[in-house]
């Protein structure tokens, strides 16, 4: 039996509580792959696991999104063969050398993709393309507004908005962040600390914007709320800072019959041929140049810890990843 080394929490809390272990792995069974991955994703979901605010059971490898090679097949799989590489998001337990994985929701890697970038894009990818595809369709000549424009979303939803012929506002946390977003496409930045619905509307000719992308969560959904136009869209999809706190219908009434809507990728690619759709969108965009990878960290895996601390202290920018 082979073995695969792991990272694992075995209850929830900080990064400590994450440990690098060995642990036995059989061969794949029915509808499933063995792989060897390569580059692992590191997404802020990682952390909203290990802390509980999403629950579930421990021990528990972390991890949802990775890139690899398959190295065996299970009985009744079709459509892949040993040696493709492939990508996933949404199946736990990618923190890990190898794995066991169903091959359903595994992606073929195009040629002129690498592995990392793969990693490092699809998950952030799928989420943009859920985000301005699926869930309210972008519109030429829009203005809107992105939080934390230079993170790992932010640096796929503001040039793929750009491609689609938005004008973006993106709200960063840093004067370097700044810098960076604008290298992404933003028109504007605002800071996080300055009065961001004021700025807003300042920049945008005394108006609010139609829609707000706010992965920020907590400390950001008022300032959300007030930077929209009447019936704006608050599509809130993070929760950087925090839950949301409650919101009453009232509130949106009184902002001007505003929507709110929380959405969750993996509602979104449940089923194979919407994972596909999305997928094929994602590797348009790259092909075209609209989407690229930036990856500016790299942790080995038994490091992930560290990568954790990185990416809640808002110290990553772009995209990171885990070297198994």
Not at 61 to 88: C, H, M, P, Q, S
Not at 175 to 200: H, I, M, N
Not at 301 to 306: C, N, Q, V
Request: proline fraction near 6%.
């Amino acid at each position: 039996m082979a073995t695969a080394d792991v990272i694992r929490i075995h209850r929830h809390g900080g990064p400590e509580e994450m440990k690098l272990e060995s642990m036995d792995l059989p061969p794949p069974g029915p509808g499933q792959v063995q792989l060897r991955q390569t580059a692992v994703g590191l997404n802020f979901i990682d952390v909203y696991t290990r802390t509980g605010l999403y629950p579930g059971p421990t021990p528990a490898v972390l991890g949802v999104e990775a890139a690899g090679v398959v190295e065996a097949l299970g009985e009744g799989v079709t459509g892949l063969k040993t040696g493709d590489r492939v990508v996933y998001n949404g199946l736990g337990g990618a923190y890990a050398s190898h794995r066991n994985a169903a091959a359903d929701r595994m992606i073929v890697i195009p040629d002129g993709v690498s592995d990392e970038d793969a990693a490092a894009v699809f998950l952030k990818g799928l989420t943009v393309w859920m985000l301005t595809f699926e869930i309210r369709r972008l519109q030429p000549g829009e203005t809107i507004l992105v939080w934390a424009a230079a993170g790992g979303v932010g640096s796929i939803l503001v040039p793929w908005a750009n491609a689609q012929g938005a004008r973006v506002i993106g709200v960063v946390s840093t004067p370097e962040k700044a810098q960076l977003a604008k290298a992404y496409g933003c028109w504007e930045t605002v800071l996080a600390s300055e009065d961001v619905a004021a700025r807003v509307k300042e920049l945008n000719g005394g108006k609010g914007v139609p829609v707000v992308y706010d992965s920020v969560g907590k400390s950001s959904a008022e300032a959300s709320l007030k930077s929209l136009a009447p019936r704006g869209w608050f599509i809130t999809y993070g929760n950087a800072s925090g839950p949301v706190d409650p919101i009453p219908p009232a509130r949106l009434n009184q902002g001007g019959s505003l929507i709110m809507t929380r959405p969750g990728l993996f509602h979104f690619t449940h089923h194979r041929a919407d994972l596909e759709r999305g997928s094929a969108a994602l590797w348009g965009a790259m092909r075209s140049g609209a989407v690229r990878a930036d990856v500016r960290q790299r942790f080995a895996l038994k490091d992930a810890a560290e990568a954790h601390r990185a990416l809640e202290g808002r110290k990553t920018i772009g995209a990171t990843i885990l070297k198994p």
